[in-house]
């Protein structure tokens, strides 16, 4: 059974710009939860989505944004992009929000200049 | 709010010995622990979990202890080998049927000597 996959695994972007990242979860799973890694923040929970609603979200401005389709398959979106967004972002899918088992992808490297 | 504490930061032992991660969460609703392993330029890997029924749980060289009382759990690795080498994230969850959501440590990086 395939893994998560998560594109574009690198992403260049510029202060101002913005992005849209995309997560495809394990297949049978629906919820996909969403996670920026930093050197300093560690670990931080964005949001999770099952069922096409967003049913948690993180302390993160309102410029990180995200949806899920009916395919499960989620993006995040950030806009008016900060040098402070740069992080690996992770997705994780679980087959349902209560079934906490989180498998996750490579992840995406932002970097913004 | 809710918050894990994790120690060491930094560990290294010598292929053979074991390694012991300890972290400290604050919401005493949490119930649900898993530990991930990392390793350079890839995404967190589930490698054991317990949940809060449960005091220990063991795989192989791999083995999770949770004191429910102290409100702490830790990661026991035994007969360490070099390609155990990554870091080590614990973290906390609420159980619900509206959340998965994870309340991670900062990370113990793992070296172990050959």
């Known amino acids: 059974k395939a893994g998560v996959t998560q594109t574009p695994r690198y992403l260049i972007k510029t202060r101002g710009q913005q992005v849209t990242l995309s997560c495809s979860p394990i297949?049978?799973?629906?919820?996909v939860s969403w996670y920026q890694q930093t050197p300093g923040q560690g670990l931080q929970f964005l949001f999770e989505?099952?069922?096409?609603?967003?049913?948690n979200k993180g302390n993160f401005p309102g410029r990180f944004s995200g949806r899920q389709f009916s395919n499960s398959r989620s993006e995040m979106n950030v806009s008016t992009l900060e040098l402070g967004d740069s992080a690996l972002y992770l997705c994780?899918?679980?087959?349902?929000?209560?079934?906490?088992?989180?498998?996750f992808g490579p992840g995406t490297r932002l970097t913004v200049l | 709010g809710e918050n894990v504490e994790q120690h060491p930061s930094t560990l290294s032992v010598q292929e053979g010995d074991s390694a012991v991660i300890k972290c400290t969460y604050s919401?005493?609703?949490?119930?649900?622990f898993p530990w991930y392993k990392q390793e350079l330029g890839k995404g967190p890997q589930l490698i054991i979990d317990?949940?809060?029924?449960?005091g220990e749980k063991k795989d192989q060289r791999i083995a999770v202890t949770l004191n429910k009382t102290a409100k702490h759990f830790s990661l026991h690795i035994t007969e360490t080998q070099p390609e155990d080498s990554a870091v080590y994230f614990c973290?906390?969850?609420?159980?619900?049927?509206?959340?998965?959501?994870?309340?991670f440590g900062q990370g113990t990086t793992l070296q172990v000597k050959p």
């Open positions: 994780a899918s679980s087959l349902r929000i209560s079934y906490n088992e989180q498998f």
């Open positions: 297949s049978g799973h629906r919820s």
């Open positions: 989505y099952f069922s096409e609603t967003q049913r």
């Open positions: 919401d005493s609703a949490s119930n649900y």
């Open positions: 317990i949940r809060s029924n449960v």
């Open positions: 973290a906390a969850s609420i159980s619900s049927s509206n959340t998965g959501k994870l309340i």
